[in-house]
């Protein structure tokens, strides 16, 4: 169970009362739970599941870290979205005259913003177009795990 767990709907809190029923209690071994009320972004919830999704794949997966699935769609979803971006093209283009090789792209991922730069259009394709291929070999947590209810992407 990850924490902190955003409730916004009847499905996210009955969800959330079936993983804490599975979580072992004792005196040993107590719970904390916080609840307050906060509502969350629309950019906060994508960005959560976005998270989530790195983690699925990593999970599931067993060959990368969240970090590094992250790193490759940033490189293979994000940078083409952003390159639309005149000041990101011209950013991405001297970056590429560097001769990075593909592992050294990759490490540039976690320190070049991509996902964060977007707009909430911009992060809906974005996680779209990982749907799309992802989605396919992995199963991806449901957006209504964060509260996202209609269909963005």
Same mark, same amino acid.
């Given at each position: 169970?990850?924490?902190?767990?955003?409730?916004?709907?009847?499905?996210?809190?009955?969800?959330?009362?079936?993983?804490?029923? &599975?979580?072992?209690?004792?005196?040993?071994?107590?719970?904390?739970?916080?609840?307050?009320? &906060?509502?969350? #972004?629309? #950019?906060?919830?994508?960005?959560?599941?976005?998270?989530?999704?790195?983690?699925?794949?990593?999970?599931?997966?067993?060959?990368?870290?969240?970090?590094?699935?992250?790193?490759?769609?940033?490189?293979?979803?994000?940078?083409?979205?952003?390159?639309?971006?005149?000041?990101?093209?011209?950013?991405?283009?001297?970056?590429?005259?560097?001769?990075?090789?593909?592992?050294? &792209?990759?490490?540039?991922?976690?320190?070049?913003?991509?996902? #964060?730069?977007?707009?909430?259009?911009?992060? #809906?394709?974005?996680?779209?177009?990982?749907?799309?291929?992802?989605?396919? &070999?992995?199963?991806?947590?449901?957006?209504?795990?964060?509260?996202?209810?209609?269909?963005?992407?």
């Amino acid at each position: 169970m990850q924490f902190p767990y955003y409730l916004t709907n009847d499905w996210q809190r009955e969800n959330f009362v079936n993983e804490l029923n &599975k979580l072992e209690l004792s005196k040993d071994k107590p719970l904390f739970v916080k609840v307050s009320d &906060k509502k969350i #972004s629309r #950019s906060k919830a994508i960005n959560n599941l976005s998270h989530r999704w790195y983690a699925d794949v990593s999970k599931q997966g067993g060959e990368y870290t969240p970090g590094e699935v992250k790193a490759l769609a940033k490189y293979k979803w994000g940078v083409p979205i952003m390159r639309q971006h005149d000041k990101f093209n011209e950013h991405w283009l001297r970056l590429e005259k560097v001769c990075l090789t593909y592992e050294e &792209k990759m490490t540039a991922m976690d320190f070049l913003p991509v996902t #964060s730069l977007m707009t909430n259009a911009e992060m #809906s394709q974005y996680m779209s177009d990982f749907k799309k291929v992802m989605g396919q &070999k992995y199963q991806l947590t449901d957006p209504k795990f964060e509260g996202i209810t209609e269909k963005i992407f």
